[in-house]
């Protein structure tokens, strides 16, 4: 099993990023993609999921209205977009791969670094 | 949503000793229908990501090292490293899936 991440990312206040992570050694269909995010020298930070079967998506509220999940089964690679991104968005995200339920992660990707700066 | 409270913030512990992380959740994280604690651990060094440890509360992740266990129920849960190796100096960090995921703020762990 291996989730791989793509590189990391510097943008601009208010620009979007989408990063992907892309899946294989398992069916990707039957695994719930989550992302979290940690910033420097922080804790980690639940963002979302996504079922890769039925493309549905849960989020956690303070980014309800700037993220998007989304996935591409046919290379098994699911992609985090997130949106109007500021300064405290700069972080490393990860993928993590859960069973439908329950939703403890049992591999990660390596993690992307996005730095959002003026 | 469920807050993840650790104890404490970082210690620091002999090689060969025993480490005791606690962490208490705001609210309990058993489940009635099947009596399971939704409470994970995982263990993160810098520049990696975190890696499972023990999920239910007390079942080993397949490769974890015995000399980790987990224990607790209800809302007051610990991670218990029995004879404490160079190796496990990181960052601990424990999460519940009772509901949305959230994770306890993290325990420092460093060699005395």
């Known amino acids: 099993v291996q989730l791989v991440q793509s590189g990391a990312e510097v943008k601009k206040p208010g620009a979007s990023v989408k990063v992907s992570c892309e899946t294989s050694g398992y069916n990707f269909n039957i695994y719930d993609i989550h992302w979290v995010r940690q910033a420097t020298g922080q804790g980690l930070e639940w963002v979302g999921w996504?079922?890769?079967?039925?493309?549905?998506?849960g989020y956690a509220q303070k980014f309800q209205d700037r993220v998007a999940l989304t996935r591409d089964t046919s290379i098994s690679t699911a992609y985090m977009e997130l949106n109007s991104l500021r300064s405290e968005d700069t972080a490393v995200y990860f993928c993590?791969?859960?069973?439908?339920?329950?939703?403890?992660?049992?591999?990660w990707g390596q993690g992307t670094l996005l730095t959002v700066s003026s | 949503d469920i807050v993840m409270t650790q104890s404490p913030d970082s210690l620091a512990v002999s090689l060969g000793e025993r480490a005791t992380i606690n962490c208490k959740s705001s609210?309990?994280?058993?489940?009635?229908?099947?009596?399971?604690?939704?409470l994970a651990w995982y263990q993160q060094k810098p520049g990696q990501p975190p890696k499972l440890l023990i999920y239910?509360?007390?079942t080993r992740e397949s490769g974890v090292p015995d000399r980790f266990s987990g224990s607790g129920s209800g809302a007051d849960f610990t991670l218990t490293i029995s004879r404490l190796q160079a190796e496990d100096v990181a960052i601990y960090y424990c999460q519940q899936y009772y509901t949305t995921p959230s994770f306890g703020q993290g325990t420092k762990l460093e060699i005395k």
């Open positions: 239910w509360a007390s």
């Open positions: 996504m079922n890769p079967s039925t493309g549905q998506t």
């Open positions: 993590a791969r859960a069973e439908e339920s329950p939703w403890y992660f049992d591999y």
């Open positions: 609210q309990s994280l058993l489940h009635r229908s099947n009596k399971k604690n939704y």
